[in-house]
């Protein structure tokens, strides 16, 4: 779902209307505890874990079940796990680069979830270093327009330090570098504009066109490896042009 290419919305829509609500939770969850853990169970003085509350209530995530996570990875309660952040590179159907960050506390357990979903549907596992080097580590803040334009939102960002803002047709997306994503967060607010996430991600240098046979199997790839509990977020070069992403919705 991340990764934030012109089909990412329409996904979203998908994945919050079926069966993979839980699986949502669940990775809202685990960042909340994550951030908790890092950087201090108080939301006003850890922003990371103000986003991470504020993303799993807008999710629908119940209120008990993100403060018990608070809780958890603050230490106030018992029973956090100890979670591992670990990447994995592949490449998917018709040659597309993909990075697959997971969060894990049993790293056999997602190596096999990994590799299992790859095998499966046409993707190949790679080296460690060997599809990273397509990417670049960037902070990506995601937006409803509001009506706002990309101005108002580029005159709002540009002294913290953002480099770009994209329309992605119902949002916008503001890219920064990842040290910059605490000023464009502060920017934001400054500025009265509401936003629905900033967060690490990862921009390809180059993006793969795919045709609608091709996308709709890196699709399906996509969706097999966010049914593992440990897979956090996929990051890939295809771009699926306008009239690629009209035919698969049609």
Not at 22 to 37: D, H, T
Not at 138 to 151: I, P, Q
Not at 192 to 200: A, L, M, N
């Amino acid at each position: 779902m991340s990764g934030h290419s012109k089909w990412a919305t329409t996904k979203h829509k998908k994945a919050a209307n079926d069966a993979k609500r839980g699986k949502e939770f669940a990775k809202l969850i685990k960042n909340v505890e994550v951030a908790a853990r890092t950087g201090g169970g108080d939301p006003a003085g850890n922003p990371t874990l103000q986003d991470a509350i504020t993303k799993a209530k807008k999710a629908s995530v119940p209120n008990d079940n993100i403060e018990r996570a608070r809780k958890r990875g603050s230490g106030e309660e018992a029973g956090g796990a100890d979670w591992q952040t670990i990447m994995y590179e592949g490449y998917g159907p018709g040659g597309v680069a993909m990075l697959i960050e997971c969060l894990t506390d049993n790293r056999n357990r997602a190596a096999t979830d990994v590799r299992t979903a790859m095998n499966k549907n046409g993707g190949n596992m790679a080296d460690a270093g060997s599809v990273a080097y397509l990417f670049t580590r960037k902070g990506v803040a995601l937006l409803e327009k509001a009506g706002n334009t990309e101005d108002d939102i580029l005159m709002a960002v540009l002294e913290a330090g953002a480099e770009e803002v994209n329309d992605l047709g119902e949002k916008f997306e503001v890219v920064c570098e990842p040290g910059d994503m605490m000023a464009v967060r502060g920017a934001l607010q400054e500025s009265g504009i509401d936003y629905d996430s900033v967060e690490p991600d990862f921009k390809p240098s180059m993006e793969v066109p795919a045709d609608a046979s091709t996308a709709k199997r890196v699709m399906n790839l996509i969706d097999a490896l966010e049914d593992s509990d440990d897979v956090q977020n996929v990051y890939t070069n295809m771009d699926v042009p306008d009239a690629v992403l009209a035919e698969l919705e049609g």
